[in-house]
């Protein structure tokens, strides 16, 4: 198998998207590997869950920074560090500016727990209960600095029931993400992945042919 895509994976809590990319990369033919973890938090969860799983991590804390600047340029040197090709945001909560993106532009990707455009920001499934939309999901997408915007490479729908409650509906949605991120990272890893205008193209892809109406 030829060489795999180097990873690192920026968290800042429970990691549980980390976990379904460390699940995914113990396969022997998935095309990438993480090569480093950096956290913005101390003492999270996912800095165990890589540490079980005999990553490296790195912790690069913002709050001990003066400027959004000097953080970004200490990320930069982590991940240059580290040698990463891709850099995977799992629950990243620090905003990233084009300082750092434009040095990492289609190398940064991103997964938010809605359809995107719909709901970007905070407190999304409560939103889109509260919208009345019949459907929410989550998105990979590479990142752009206007937050959870950048071309969409994979989504996953959800059909939102009358009686879902933000967690309900957080934990079936997380449920897809554990499986499009993954999937994701193979498919930029495969080389199936290019931006063109502005938006996705990929190589050899088949969409479903179901349409999901809710309620039946
Ligand atoms: C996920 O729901 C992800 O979509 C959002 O933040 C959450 C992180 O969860 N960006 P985890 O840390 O990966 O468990």
């Known amino acids: 198998m030829s060489k795999k895509l180097k990873l690192g994976v920026l968290i800042s809590g429970r990691g549980s998207n980390l976990q379904s990319l460390i699940d995914a990369t113990k396969k022997h033919d998935f095309p990438a590997e993480i090569v480093i973890v950096i956290a913005n938090v101390p003492n999270i969860a996912g800095l165990e869950i ?7 991590v790195q912790i690069i804390n913002h709050k001990t920074f003066n400027e959004r600047k000097s953080f970004e ?5 982590a991940l240059t560090k580290a040698k990463v090709e891709l850099v995977c945001l799992a629950g990243f909560m620090r905003i990233l500016t ?10 940064i990707i991103n997964i938010h727990p809605s359809l995107l455009p719909s709901f970007k920001g905070l407190n999304t499934h ?4 509260e919208s009345g939309a019949k459907f929410s999901g989550c998105t990979i997408h590479f990142v752009r600095s206007e937050m959870d915007c950048g071309p969409i490479i994979i989504q996953a729908v959800i059909a939102i029931k009358q009686n ?6 957080a934990s079936r949605i997380l449920v897809e993400e554990h499986k ?7 498919l930029i890893a495969s ?8 938006r996705v193209r990929l190589r050899d892809a088949v969409s ?3 349409t999901l109406i809710n309620p039946r």
């Open 180 to 186: 499009i991120y993954p999937l994701a990272v193979q």
């Open 164 to 169: 879902d409650t933000s967690d309900t509906l």
């Open 191 to 198: 080389k199936k992945v290019s931006i063109k205008n502005g």
């Open 73 to 77: 340029d200490e990320l930069h040197g």
């Open 98 to 107: 084009d300082h750092l993106i434009n040095r990492w532009l289609d190398k």
């Open 126 to 129: 409560n939103r889109a209960i």
């Open 208 to 210: 479903p042919r179901t």
């Open 50 to 56: 890589a540490t079980k799983a005999n990553i490296p």
